[in-house]
């Protein structure tokens, strides 16, 4: 009788599981690193931007770089980029809210190097990251912010998304390839010379 009963209760957890998977659902998650770069002049600021360039394009399907100018003076203090909301105050900001979308994007000040890049290689699975990189010279060394951005689709939209939501189950996601592309992307710094220290991030 214990056991029947068991039965009947595991198999109403797995009923009302698969019930929950079917339902279709676009979930948005993000999350940032900023970091802190000492390099001595013989190092210098091209160097640093070519590392994080190439660990960038060896992680993503697609990226926009632009090489920027410091700002002068140097800020004392290390930089850390802001979230703004482009649209705030027009009409469609407020159909953005009403909808329940966050229009908000990242946005750095003095900046030598931008990049904005999309891994939509696992596109066929209802899945994309963007990634958002700048670094930021001030007088100490160099601010490096990561702000990244991952969307899956799950349920039952069609038969291929169903069969990733499933697959997700075992496999998991891709959002477990943003900590190494980040973690690659200091490595590639740290080949240079300079060291490379976390100083926040979430989550």
Do not use: W
Not at 62 to 88: C, D, E
Not at 114 to 125: F, G, L, P, Q, R
Not at 174 to 183: L, M
């Amino acid at each position: 009788m214990k056991i029947s009963t068991a039965i009947l209760g595991m198999t109403s957890v797995l009923a009302l599981a698969g019930c929950a998977m079917s339902t279709p659902t676009v979930e948005t998650t993000y999350g940032y690193a900023v970091f802190d770069i000492k390099a001595g002049p013989e190092i210098g600021t091209a160097r640093i931007a070519e590392a994080i360039k190439v660990a960038v394009q060896k992680n993503m399907t697609r990226a926009q770089i632009t090489n920027g100018i410091p700002p002068s003076p140097l800020p004392t203090s290390a930089p850390r980029f802001q979230l703004v909301s482009p649209f705030k105050g027009s009409n469609v900001g407020a159909l953005a809210a009403a909808s329940g979308q966050n229009l908000q994007v990242p946005m750095c000040e003095g900046t030598v190097l931008t990049v904005n890049a999309k891994d939509d290689s696992m596109s066929k699975y209802a899945e994309g990251t963007t990634f958002f990189a700048c670094m930021m010279p001030y007088q100490g060394g160099y601010a490096l912010d990561v702000y990244t951005t991952f969307r899956k689709a799950s349920g039952a939209f069609n038969a291929s998304i169903m069969a990733a939501t499933l697959g997700r189950t075992v496999m998991g996601d891709s959002s477990q390839f943003i900590p190494r592309t980040i973690g690659q992307i200091v490595d590639s710094i740290k080949q240079t010379g300079a060291t490379v220290t976390m100083t926040e991030a979430y989550p």
